[in-house]
C-alpha cells in the first residue's frame, strides 16, 4: 500500500508507538525553533531540567515578537535567549533579523526533516516538505534534551488541488475559503498534505502562507511536497545543496480528501472576531478602514512585498489610511531595499517596520477606539490586536493594498490589470542578524526573569471548586492575552498570572488564589490558537488543577494541543501525554 509524504515523514522519525490515527507517537526531533514569547520559558524548562546542551542538530532562538524592547524587561528577555543560545548550542536571531517562521523557512528548512517550535505557527515550514509542528514550551524544551516529541498520530487528508488562481486571487483566497469550508474546529487532529497539479503553479511563498495559516484551522501541520518549486526556493537563496525531493507515493492512501479548484476561487475576507468568519470582499466592500498591514508570518513574503508594491506605486495612500508593511525577514527588506521597492513604497505613502511580528500580535500600531483595521495577517481574536472592542479583517496582500489606496474596503479587481511580480534571481542578502554558539559565556538573568514553577503530581481524586465556566472557542488569546504589557512577563509566571482571562473575568485571578484551588470548565476548542505557554503555566501557578473541555478541544493538536494539554495536566504540570490521566 502506498504511502503518503506525511506517514514517510513520521515512520522515518518514530521513535515510539504505532504511527496508526489516534495513538500516541513519540518523534524525534531533527529541528527546534524557539522564540522570545515562550522560548524564554522553554529554555527555562531546559535549565530546570538539567540537560547539558541542546541535542537537536539545529536549534535557532528568535527575537521577534517584540524586537522594539519596549522596556529593559524585554532586552533582560533577548540578553537570556542569546545567552543561553550561545551556551547551550543555538543560533540566535537579533531583534530586527526577521520573524521565526519566515526566517526559518529561508535559512534553515530542510525537506525531509522534523522540526518543533514554541510557536503554532510553526508548520510554515511544511511549505519545504518539513514535518514542522507548534507545541507548549516544556515539549520543547524535553526535544531540546534530545528526548522525542509525543502527540496522537493525527489522521492524514489529501487536499487535491486543480486549476490555477485567478487574477488578483492569492494563496491567502486559498486558506480562507478552506476556512470558510472548515471553520476554526475543522483541522483538529489533522494533518493536511497537499497534492494534485493545482500545486505546480504555487511559489513557494504561496504554499508557505497556506501551510502557515493552517494553524487556523487547528491543524497539527501541513505538509507540501518537496519538488522543483523547492528547489528553485532554496536556490534562489544559495542552499541548492539542502534541496532534496519529497513526495507521496502515487498509490498513497489518506484518511480523507477535499478537493479544491483554484480557478474557482475569489478574493475572500475574514469579518472581526475570527478567521473563520469568512466572506467574499464585495460583501464588505466600501466599509472604511483607518488602518491597513501587509506581514506577519503569514504575509510577510516577498512576493506580498512585491505585489503591494506594485499595486501603489505611483499613488498614494489615502489621507484617512495608516499602512504598515512589516517585511517577514531583514534578507526581505534588504532585498526590497536593493531592488527599489522601498523607495517606492515611501513615496506613496506607506511605513514600513522593522522586520518583526509587531501589531500582529498587539505590540505596537493599536488601533484607535472603534476604528476599524484590514490586515493580511492570520488572526482577528477579539482584542488580539490591543484594544477591547476591536475590529480587525482579515484578507489577502493585494486586498489590503487596494484598500490602503481607497480608504475602504476595496476588490482588488476593480483595479484593472494584476500585479505582475517576478522574483530576484537571488535574494543575495546579508547574515548578519545571526550569532553562532560557542558554548561559553555567562547566563544573565534580568530580575523579571523568575524560576520556572513546578507542578504537582496527580492525585487520585480531585476536589475542588468550578472557578470559571467557559462556552466554545476560548482562545489562548482569551486565557493569557496578547499585547506589549503582558508580553514583558513572559518569563515571570507570578506576574503574568495575574493577567488571567483579563478580558473574559478579571476577577479570575483574585478568586483562583482565594480558592486555593479549582478547575475551569470549557466547551469545544478551549485553548484554541497561539501556543501560549503562559496560557497554560499561569492558571496551574493560581491553582488550577484541571480544565474540563470537550473531547474535540483536548485533540487540536500542535500549538493549541500544546496549550491546551498543558492546562489540562497543570495538575502534574506535564504536558507529554494526551488524554491526561486526570480527565
Ligand atoms: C501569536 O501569534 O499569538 C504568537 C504570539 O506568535 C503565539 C506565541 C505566543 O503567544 O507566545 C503563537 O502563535 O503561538
Ligand atoms: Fe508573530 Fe503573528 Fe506569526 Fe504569531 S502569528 S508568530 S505574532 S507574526
Redesign the pocket.
Known amino acids: 500500500m502506498g504511502r503518503s509524504l506525511t506517514r514517510k515523514l513520521i515512520e522515518s522519525h518514530l521513535v515510539a508507538g504505532q504511527a496508526v490515527a489516534g495513538e500516541e507517537i513519540g518523534l524525534s526531533v531533527d529541528q527546534v525553533l524557539l ?1 522570545d ?2 522560548g524564554t520559558m522553554a529554555w527555562l524548562q531546559f535549565e530546570a531540567l538539567g540537560f547539558p546542551r541542546a541535542v537537536p542538530g539545529r536549534v535557532v532562538s528568535y527575537a521577534d ?1 517584540n524586537v522594539y524592547q519596549v522596556d529593559s524587561r524585554n532586552s533582560d528577555d533577548h540578553r537570556y535567549l542569546q545567552a543561553v543560545s550561545r551556551r547551550y548550542g543555538a543560533v540566535f536571531s537579533k531583534p530586527g533579523n526577521g520573524i521565526c517562521h519566515q526566517v526559518h523557512m529561508e535559512s534553515f528548512a530542510i525537506p525531509g526533516q522534523t522540526l518543533l517550535g514554541t ?3 510553526t508548520p510554515l515550514c511544511g511549505a519545504a516538505g518539513m514535518l514542522a509542528i ?1 507545541a507548549g514550551g516544556l515539549d520543547v524544551a524535553v526535544a531540546l534534551g534530545g528526548g522525542p516529541y509525543f502527540f496522537p498520530m493525527p489522521a492524514v487528508t489529501r487536499v487535491w488541488l486543480t486549476g490555477a488562481l485567478r487574477p488578483w486571487v492569492t494563496a491567502k483566497d486559498v486558506i480562507l475559503e478552506l476556512l470558510r469550508r472548515l471553520t476554526v474546529r475543522g483541522g483538529t487532529g489533522k494533518i493536511f498534505e497537499y497534492g494534485g497539479p493545482g500545486l505546480r503553479s504555487l511559489l513557494a511563498a504561496q504554499r508557505m502562507t497556506i501551510a502557515n495559516m493552517g494553524a487556523e484551522l487547528g491543524l497539527t501541520t501541513s505538509v507540501f511536497p518537496s519538488d522543483e518549486v523547492t528547489r528553485s526556493f532554496l536556490t534562489r537563496l544559495g542552499r541548492g545543496e539542502d534541496w532534496r525531493p519529497a513526495a507521496p507515493d502515487e498509490d498513497a492512501t489518506y484518511d480523507d480528501q477535499i478537493e479544491l479548484d483554484l480557478s474557482g476561487l475569489t478574493p475572500l475576507v475574514a469579518l472581526p472576531g475570527s478567521p473563520d468568519r469568512v466572506v467574499p470582499v464585495e460583501e464588505v466592500a466600501g466599509t472604511a478602514v483607518e488602518q491597513v498591514m501587509v506581514g506577519s508570518c503569514t504575509n510577510g513574503s516577498w512576493h506580498d512585498m512585491a505585489s503591494v508594491t506594485e499595486i501603489v506605486r505611483g499613488r498614494r495612500v489615502h489621507p484617512s489610511v495608516s499602512f504598515v508593511l512589516f517585511p517577514g525577514s531583514h534578507k526581505i527588506l534588504e532585498t526590497m531595499a536593493r531592488e527599489g521597492l522601498l523607495a517606492d513604497l515611501l513615496a506613496a505613502g506607506a511605513t514600513v517596520s522593522e522586520s518583526t ?1 509587531g501589531s ?2 498587539g505590540i505596537g500600531h493599536v488601533p484607535a477606539s472603534g476604528a476599524k483595521s484590514l490586515r493580511a495577517f492570520n ?1 482577528n481574536f477579539a482584542g488580539r490586536s490591543g484594544v477591547k472592542d476591536d475590529a480587525v479583517y482579515l484578507c489577502s496582500s493585494v486586498v489590503a493594498a487596494a484598500s490602503a489606496l481607497t480608504g475602504v474596503i476595496t476588490d482588488p479587481r476593480t483595479l484593472g490589470a494584476s500585479p505582475a511580480v517576478t522574483l530576484p534571481p537571488r535574494f543575495a542578502a546579508s547574515t548578519a542578524g545571526f550569532v553562532e554558539p560557542d558554548g561559553e559565556g555567562d547566563i544573565v538573568r534580568g530580575p523579571n526573569i523568575k524560576p520556572v514553577p513546578l507542578g504537582e503530581p496527580v492525585a487520585e481524586t480531585l476536589d475542588a471548586p468550578v472557578l470559571l465556566k467557559l462556552g466554545d472557542k476560548v482562545s489562548t488569546d482569551d486565557i493569557s492575552p ?1 499585547g506589549a504589557a503582558v508580553l514583558v512577563f513572559r518569563s515571570n509566571v507570578p506576574a503574568i498570572a495575574e493577567f488571567c482571562f483579563k478580558y473574559v473575568d478579571p476577577e479570575f485571578p483574585a478568586r483562583a488564589k482565594a480558592a486555593g484551588r479549582g478547575i475551569i470548565v470549557g466547551g469545544e476548542t478551549y485553548g484554541q ?4 505557554e503562559a496560557a497554560a503555566v499561569g492558571p496551574m501557578f493560581l491553582g488550577v488543577r484541571a480544565v474540563l473541555a470537550s473531547r474535540s478541544s483536548s485533540t487540536t493538536p500542535g ?1 493549541a494541543r500544546g496549550s491546551s494539554a498543558t492546562i489540562a495536566c497543570a495538575c502534574r504540570g506535564s504536558a507529554r501525554r494526551w488524554p491526561p490521566a486526570c480527565l
Open positions: 522564540t514569547t515562550n515578537h510557536d503554532s505557527h507548534g511580528c500582529c500580535a488572526r496578547a490558537g497561539s501556543s501560549r500549538r
